[in-house]
């Protein structure tokens, strides 16, 4: 049978030379062999070599059938119960990850990590145990310890007047993301012809380069004591293409630039993402974007005060991942993270939704949907996953929550919640909070809410990042940048990859030595915002939760225009 890559090979003119085992390699593979053999059940490596011809999958022992951890969960589910759980969920998980070195003379490594996270509620307490333990035993003892400590934790828990969680049908069902080219039936040279194609379709205009590439395919089962059980399998990417290049400078040396190829942003999605003449085509137009910003002249910072700014579409991704997403946390207003993220700027629903705090094309979404990066049909705590908005208009409409904490809320707002013998809380989810997106990024997590993907709609009539400039005048250009976030969310500092001096509407030197200061507040509240065709990714990592744990979201939005930031000297 024919490798579904040999066409794209073919078209791409890539061409590979056998690669025979060198020392290096069998180096290389015997240090995997030991350190898989040396982890914990958790997790397990196996080497997978520079060149073969057999899939990747084939390297590793065979995961689990969907039938095993769904047994696992009913197991887990009965032990509980039977300990006097008045409530208890659970998350199993099984993944693959495979991330295909650069270099193609490296050996790669093929990760198996299994994993569930149970939680429960008894005698009016809560609490979460994660485990690796398969057998029968050990997920006994995982539930009867987790009993145990719930009913520890109800003092505790009375005291601070915690909520079962919120009410919600049943739900049973199966979910896949559909894939045309699953990578963990290609081979290691499959994955080489990949890299290789986008490498050669580039070559003339630009150098292309990838960070590490993550393939990764999951098997997580949701099972709780009211009868609700699904299985929901997916296939992700985390492979980002970028354009780099420099110029030598005189008295500043090489001066060196990266811009994001757009396309290449984590989604749920196989091997087909990476293929076709539309990849080949935005790789061309984003080195031609890039060439003319390197021959720019170079000056160091020598003039700071108040600026207006033109963020390229990942900086706005960033800022806002940094600093508003957060903020919209419903266990970050309600003070649950105060002493690890800090209390936020925003305040809670109460006071905050429904007012126009924002620029009003300042549409904001949570997407659930294929191919977006952490889609699903069902959230970690059986809500039904939904594309649902946060802000319209400007306005804030939705937190972001879990049925936990949406307990709280509805608790707040009437005094007429009961509670069933499920041990759930039968008030109805209140609408200033969003649910469908309590996630277990690692799935000895409890669930928090944490969304794979949100995305800042543009406007349908704004205009691109050249004229967000020209009408900007004269302020500064900043493409693609790190945020450093407050820790009270309020602002951050934007320290850029490139950063330009703007007169007249037209870019005319790049600036050295300078970073950005911002107030989250004061530059959303007058925000240009771009059109479709301006709109760039960032991939966010964030703290949160109890118990904390970090998280990633991919953010999208479009350029935007900003005001009154601060430039100031590194």
Known sequence: ???????????????????PLTRRNFVTLSSLALAGAAMSPLTRVWAVPPRSRRPVASFAAPVMAPEQLRAIATLAIEAATQAGAAFADIRVSEQRTYQPWADYRMASGLRLTFGYGIRVWANGGEAFVGSADPTPEGIARAARSAVATARDQAPIARARRARRPIARPVVTGEWTVPVEIDPFQLSPDDHIIVKQGLKLSGRQAG???????????ETRVFAASDGSLTTQRTTSMVCPVQVSGGEWISGHGRIGGTLAVPGFEPRVAGVEAMLGDAAHDRLEATADELAPLLRLPV????????????LDGPAFSALVGHTLLPALRLSRALGEEHDTEGPGFLGGPDTVVGQPLFAPALNLWVEAAAPHYGAAKWDDEGMEARTVSLMEHGAVVRYLGTRENASAIAHAASSRATTGESGAST?????????GVGFAQEVMTAPAARPGAVTVRPAQDGASLAALAQHMQTGLLMRGTSVHPDPRGGGGVLWSGMLFDVKQGH???RILGGRVEFSTKRVLHDAILGGPGSVGTKIVATGGGLPFSYSRTVVSAPAALVRGVGLVRN
């Open 1 to 19: 049978m024919v490798s579904p890559i040999a066409t794209a090979a073919a078209s791409a003119g890539a061409w590979l030379m056998p690669m």
């Open 299 to 310: 000056h160091m910072l020598d003039d700071v005060g108040r600026r207006d700014l033109v």
């Open 207 to 217: 150098n292309v380069t990838e960070s590490v590439w993550t393939w990764q395919s």
């Open 507 to 509: 870019i005319v030197r």
């Open 427 to 435: 008030m109805e989810p209140p609408a200033s909070v969003a649910l």
